[in-house]
């Protein structure tokens, strides 16, 4: 008897019942229920029948409109508060439904298993009997099931300091920390840019991460623009850049930004690459050199005019 079709013929018992509650023959023992998603849940009822029997009674399980079971009693027998102590039925259990519920017959108790948020919503049990439907609802939730406790971090990225200060020609660590929400669901990308220019871009397609979510290696594609080639250097594992031999033109506000399937956070550091004191020192130094040279060709020069000037006159 589990064919579909018998399904479509449960409506009219719908029909021709009003939904009236007369008795308290049908016990719901909660009216609301969380649970997590993947696990499974009792909802739990009791019915009983009172003397003199005329006919057997049928439950039925509804949620949004679905009959999940329908069951219909032909025989049995009753004990102490008109508890059934055993009975012979038929129970159809949806199609939608079948190998996720368990009914049990002498309490009318459902036993949903396997439960996905999509389960979320209200579960009405009736029980007809002479006539009479009585009727209760329990509100299930479902829970989307949280992250282990241990490691329940989002992703976050950690840019260590805001400015840096630093002479031409050294070289600077721009330094990071970043870590991924765990279990990872997806990896994430980093990009590096000056000034809206990208430097690197490095994609995460696989690793591992420890607790706090800081990863512990990576499998990764990191592509360094050609400009910076040769002058950058980039750490997948905690998302620093190093950059060599800075010139003046290298100072500005780079930001490092962290993408997610989720957000996308974002850091700066503010770089002021300065002249050295030593280059300075050169500079002066090779600006006195010039205005020397040109004092000497100065010293030079005018003689040499005088002397054509007065060669000229006397030739005249
Ligand atoms: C179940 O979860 C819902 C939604 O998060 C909440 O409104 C309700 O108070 C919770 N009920 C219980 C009994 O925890
Ligand atoms: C209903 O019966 C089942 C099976 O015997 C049992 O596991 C469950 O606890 C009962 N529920 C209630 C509310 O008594
Ligand atoms: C119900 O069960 C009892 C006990 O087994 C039996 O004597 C009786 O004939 C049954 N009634 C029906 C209608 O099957
Ligand atoms: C990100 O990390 C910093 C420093 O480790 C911490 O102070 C902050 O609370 C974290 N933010 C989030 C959203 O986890
Ligand atoms: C870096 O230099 C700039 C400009 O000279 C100055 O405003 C800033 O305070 C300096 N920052 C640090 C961290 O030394
Ligand atoms: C990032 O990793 C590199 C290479 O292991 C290391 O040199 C650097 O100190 C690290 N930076 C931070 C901020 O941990
Ligand atoms: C990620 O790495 C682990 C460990 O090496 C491996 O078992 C897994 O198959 C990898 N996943 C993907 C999507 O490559
Ligand atoms: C920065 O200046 C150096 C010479 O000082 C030059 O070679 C380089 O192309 C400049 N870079 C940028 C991005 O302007």
């Known amino acids: 008897m589990t064919d579909g079709r018998v399904i479509f013929l449960i409506p009219v018992f719908n029909l021709l019942f009003t939904d009236s509650i007369v008795g308290d023959d049908l016990t719901v023992y909660k009216n609301s229920l969380n649970v997590t998603a993947g696990q499974s849940v009792l909802l739990p009822t009791s019915y009983s029948i009172t003397y003199p029997l005329k006919n057997w009674p049928s439950i039925e399980w509804v ?11 032909t025989n049995g027998s009753l004990g102490a508060e008109g508890r059934p102590v055993w009975v012979t039925e038929n129970t159809i259990i949806s199609p939608k ?7 049990f017959r002498l309490n009318a108790s459902l036993f949903l298993k396997d439960l996905t948020e999509m389960d979320t919503g209200s579960y ?10 009585y009727k209760g609802a329990i509100h299930l939730w479902v829970h989307q099931s949280p992250a282990p406790t241990d490691s329940m971090v989002g992703d976050n990225l950690t840019v260590h300091t805001s400015s840096l200060n630093v002479s031409v020609g050294q070289s600077l660590l721009l330094p990071t920390t970043y ?4 279990p990872a669901q997806s990896w994430p990308s980093i990009e590096w840019a000056r000034e809206g220019q990208t430097i690197v871009h490095c994609s995460v397609s696989n690793g ?3 607790a706090k979510g800081l990863p512990v290696w990576v499998n990764e594609k990191t592509g360094i623009s050609p400009e910076y080639q040769g002058r950058v250097e980039f750490f997948p594992l905690n998302a620093s850049l190093l950059l060599k031999d800075l010139s003046v033109n290298d100072s500005g506000t780079y930001t490092v930004k962290l993408l997610t399937a989720k957000n996308v956070i974002k850091g700066t550091i503010h770089v002021w690459v300065q002249r050295s004191p030593a280059s300075l020192e050169d500079y002066i130094t090779q600006s006195r ?3 020397f040279i040109l004092r000497m060709i100065g010293c030079c020069i005018t003689p040499v005019v005088l002397c054509l000037l007065i060669l000229c006159c006397e030739c005249r």
């Open 97 to 103: 439904y079948q190998g996720r519920v368990d009914f």
């Open 289 to 291: 050199t010039v205005i």
């Open 208 to 210: 591992s991460i420890r």
């Open 63 to 73: 949620t949004k409109d679905d009959t999940i079971v329908y069951c219909s009693v």
């Open 179 to 182: 870590s991924i929400s765990s």
């Open 124 to 133: 009405t049990v009736r029980l007809l009997m002479d006539g009479n439907i």
